[in-house]
T-cell receptor, first 112, second 113 residues
Framework: DGGITQSPKYLFRKEGQNVTLSCEQN?????MYWYRQDPGQGLRLIYY???????QKGDIAEGYSVSREKKESFPLTVTSAQKNPTAFYLC???????????FGPGTRLTVL | GDSVTQMEGPVTLSEEAFLTINCTYT??????LFWYVQYPGEGLQLLLK?????DKGSNKGFEATYRKETTSFHLEKGSVQVSDSAVYFC????????????FGQGTRLTINP
């Protein structure tokens, strides 16, 4: 089955530690995205990548980093510089020339 | 810049009631419009879409019509079920510039039996 996988579903980390969230897609999509969702709020774009080895900052990139070494993978690192990292993180992908995005199931990160 | 404004929630209805969730947008160019649904603890699922003016998107009994003259894309369903309880997001996308979607803040819908 084609789709987007995110792992793990729940992640706990101590304050001050970096943590990497995984996102993999087998839809052969060119573009991939990371969003942050806080309780009762909409989605805010962290980073996006339209092709391999290229990515751009979204609206709230500070304290996050990404890489896009393979078309199917777009990992997100939440660094210790992110002031309030506890949130639900969603990964998405789309074909390059279309805007419809497909979402993964999300990772809930809790920093203790 | 581009923006989406959704009806504030939460919205609570009884089963079999008629549903409308309002969505208006501001955009340059000719955006595509989307409705996504999010069930508790899950990611977003595309519910329906429309790519040009006067298009009607429909799925699972939900409908929305792309109204360019009123810059709106209201979501409707004639008879809601308990299983429709979720958060609904309106979004727009444009191929001008980067391939990004702009989301509304979401509307939480609860259907009581």
């Amino acid at each position: 089955d084609g789709g987007i996988t995110q792992s793990p579903k729940y992640l706990f980390r101590k304050e001050g530690q970096n943590v990497t969230l995984s996102c993999e897609q087998n839809l052969n999509h060119d573009a991939m995205y990371w969003y942050r969702q806080d309780p009762g709020q909409g989605l805010r774009l962290i980073y996006y990548s339209q092709i391999v080895n290229d990515f751009q900052k979204g609206d709230i990139a500070e304290g996050y980093s990404v890489s896009r070494e393979k078309k199917e993978s777009f990992p997100l690192t939440v660094t210790s510089a992110q002031k309030n990292p506890t949130a639900f993180y969603l990964c998405a992908s789309s074909m390059y020339i279309y805007n419809e995005q497909f979402f993964g199931p999300g990772t809930r990160l809790t920093v203790l | 810049g581009d923006s989406v404004t959704q009806m504030e929630g939460p919205v609570t209805l009884s089963e079999e009631a008629f549903l409308t969730i309002n969505c208006t947008y501001t955009a340059t160019g000719y955006p595509s419009l989307f409705w996504y649904v999010q069930y508790p603890g899950e990611g977003l699922q595309l519910l329906l879409k429309a790519t040009k003016a006067d298009d009607k998107g429909s799925n699972k009994g939900f409908e929305a019509t792309y109204r360019k003259e009123t810059t709106s894309f209201h979501l409707e369903k004639g008879s809601v079920q308990v299983s429709d309880s979720a958060v609904y997001f309106c979004a727009l996308g444009t191929i001008q510039g980067a391939q990004k979607l702009v989301f509304g803040q979401g509307t939480r819908l609860t259907i009581n039996p």
